[in-house]
Structure formats: C-alpha cells, structure tokens
C-alpha cells in the first residue's frame, strides 16, 4: 500500500503554544488529504479536507482559524493548532487518497499533549 | 440513524475461529466499502476494500458486500491473537464525494 508519513509522531507543548504537524505521501502525489482527530476511545472525527492549491475545507465546528490546513504541494499538508489548550490535546492523523486505488492510507498519527 | 453502523463490542473469539464483523449503512448510492484496522495507540490500517456485491478474498480476510441489504462484513479466519484490534468500516458515496465516512468501530480479541 501507499506510504504515509506524519512528523512529529510525538509532541509536547505549553498551553498558548502554536504547533505544526507535517503530512507527507512519500510514493505518490495526492491532491486531497484528510485531517481526523481523535480522543481515547473514541473513533475517528473527520476535521477538514485539505484540497492542494485550493482553500481547506472544515467539519462542522472545527475552527479554522484555530486549526489552520496548509496543502502547498502535492506530498505535503501541515496542520497548525494554533494558541493550543489542554483539551486540543488528542491523535491527530491524516490521510491520503491514493490517486489509482481512490483508497485512503493514514499517516501514523501525531499524539499533541498540551500542558 | 447513523450512516454507518457498527456493533461497538467487544467481539471475543478463541483463537483458529472465525470471526465475523458486521457494519450496515445508509445511503443507497454507496458505492465503495473499507476496512481499516486500529490497534491499540496506532493509526488506521487498510485491510480491504470492495466495490462490487459478493465475496473478495485476500488470504486469511473475506469480505463480503451485499448493496441491496446495505451490508458489508468482513470475516477473519483462523483468528490470532495479533488480530485483536478495533476494525473500523468506512463508506465512500459515489460521484466527486472522496471522504470516507466511518463506523465506530468493533472491538476484536481473539484470546489464545
């Protein structure tokens, strides 16, 4: 299957802090990525689609000035939780469609822990 | 009704059993099905996908699709305990839609 790789895999931050997480399909070019959220023990929430070159496109009632979805290229999308607060702490994971199965593989997940 | 649907479990089986998941979904122009699954901590995992009614197999997996009952199951057979895991099933509608829409997932443990 398709390679997907997120960086960090782990990270740490002060309440008020922005952090960025990184999304990459390494063997093949995707022009949708997916970012999911989810808490434990809970399934997947889908929070926005992210179109390369193009604006992202949120759930209902994710906040897209807080998490901010920039796709520049067509390997990478980054997540930027921004002024991040204890309850953003969660498993971030994105996915990407593979442009010849139309089946999407998840990136290993970034686990935010913010204190 | 959710859109898709999932028993949560937990699903328990021995160890060489077949284990059976089940998943139903809403909408009728469905047209392409999943199945991820989540260990404990990790991501998703796609095991298999399918798109036409009946049966697709891939080694130890079946699934199987059945549009006119709006139903799709995978079984595992000869269940190890590696398999223990949430398997999660995710739907895709037809027409420019590529967002998956996921059931929350059935717990398995297959116990030695």
């Known amino acids: 299957g398709a390679v997907v790789s997120q960086h960090p895999s782990w990270v740490i931050c002060k309440s008020g802090t922005s952090v960025k997480i990184e999304c990459r399909s390494l063997d093949f ?8 959220r989810q808490f434990p023990k809970q399934s997947l929430m889908l929070m926005a689609t992210s179109n390369e070159g193009s604006k992202a496109t ?21 997540l930027t939780v921004t002024s991040a607060h204890p309850e953003d702490s969660s498993f971030y994971i994105c996915s990407a469609i593979s442009p010849t199965q139309e089946t999407q593989y998840f990136g290993p997940g970034t686990r935010l822990l913010v204190l | 009704q959710k859109e898709v649907e999932q028993n949560s479990g937990p699903l328990s089986v021995p160890e060489g059993a077949i284990a059976s998941l089940n998943c139903t979904y809403s909408d009728r122009g469905s047209q ?36 006119a009952s709006q139903y799709v199951s995978l079984l595992i057979r000869d269940s190890q305990p590696s398999d223990s895991a949430t398997y999660l099933c995710a739907v895709k509608v037809g027409g420019s839609a590529r967002q998956l829409t996921f059931g929350s997932g059935t717990q398995l443990t297959v116990l030695p």
Do not use: C
């Open chain 2, 32 to 67: 392409s099905f999943f199945w991820y699954r989540q260990y404990s901590g990790k991501s998703p995992e796609l095991i298999m996908f399918i798109y036409s009614n009946g049966d697709k197999e891939d080694g130890r997996f079946t699934a199987q699709l059945n549009k």
């Open chain 1, 58 to 78: 949120y759930e209902q009632g994710v906040e897209k000035d807080k998490f901010l979805i920039n796709h520049a290229s067509l390997t990478l999308s980054t």
């Open chain 1, 29 to 36: 070019q995707a022009t949708t990525m997916f970012w999911y």
